[in-house]
């Protein structure tokens, strides 16, 4: 069963600055990896998937990267609407069970 | 505009069952694998069960097999989770989701807005 861990699990940060959330998995998984963000009282939202290409509406500043068991989510010149709780996730061929990591939680 | 809703929570006393309910607007669900995840009060994002298109392919997660039904009427749209023997553990929000998958990843989107389960005496 793979394992992910995200870090850190919170990162407070200004305006304008830039986040770099981390998600190790317990074996190579590479590029099966995906993000969501979920703001509070809402559902995940899809943000990355194939570890580096953005979903429909998001912003170019938000970028994926990483191979193997490490991946990065990176969000550039942040904005307070990007606070939100990050998960990333992997879906194993067979069975097909979802894994999640724990979240980090981005703070602006 | 793409939508799933979900319907069927509500509050149940320990050892009860409930039949969530999972609708498509805007889209045929009938095309779609559809997942069920769910969410503790301030808690992690836990997979529960997964069902394909014509519903022959069911997996659950082993945390909740035994206790869970998925399934799914295309006619109507819909795709169901019965849960029985509920503990105040099951207490969460339940979503559902559509499963998408590309040469790489399988991922989940769009995802319903929930509904909330608690378990309660």
């Known amino acids: 069963e793979i394992v992910l861990t995200q870090s850190p699990a919170t990162l407070s940060l200004s305006p304008g600055d830039r986040a770099t959330l981390s998600c190790r998995a317990s074996e190579s998984i590479s590029p099966y990896l995906v993000w969501y963000q979920q703001k509070p009282g809402q559902a995940p939202r899809l943000v990355i998937y194939d570890a580096s290409k953005r979903a429909s509406g998001i912003p170019a500043r938000v970028s994926g990267s990483g191979s193997g068991a490490d991946f990065t989510l990176t969000i550039s010149s942040l904005e307070p609407e990007d606070s939100a709780i990050y998960y990333c996730?992997?879906?194993?061929?067979?069975?097909?069970?979802?894994?999640f990591g724990q979240g980090t939680k981005l703070e602006i | 505009q793409v939508q799933l809703v979900e319907s069927g929570g509500g509050l149940v006393k320990p050892g009860g069952s409930l039949r969530l309910s999972c609708s498509a607007s805007a889209f045929a669900l009938s095309d779609s694998y559809v997942t069920w995840v769910r969410q503790a009060p301030g808690k992690g994002l836990e997979w529960i069960s997964y069902?394909?298109?014509?519903?022959?392919?069911?997996f659950s997660a082993d945390s909740m097999k035994g206790r869970i039904t998925i399934s799914r009427d295309n006619a109507k749209n819909s795709v169901y989770l019965q849960v029985d023997s509920l503990r105040a553990e099951d207490t969460a929000v339940y979503f559902c989701?559509?499963?998408?998958?590309?040469?790489?990843?399988?991922?989940?989107?769009?995802w319903g807005q929930g509904t909330l389960v608690t378990v309660s005496s």
């Open positions: 996730q992997h879906r194993g061929s067979w069975p097909p069970e979802y894994t």
């Open positions: 069902i394909s298109p014509s519903g022959s392919t069911i």
């Open positions: 989701s559509t499963e998408i998958c590309t040469s790489g990843s399988c991922y989940l989107d769009p």
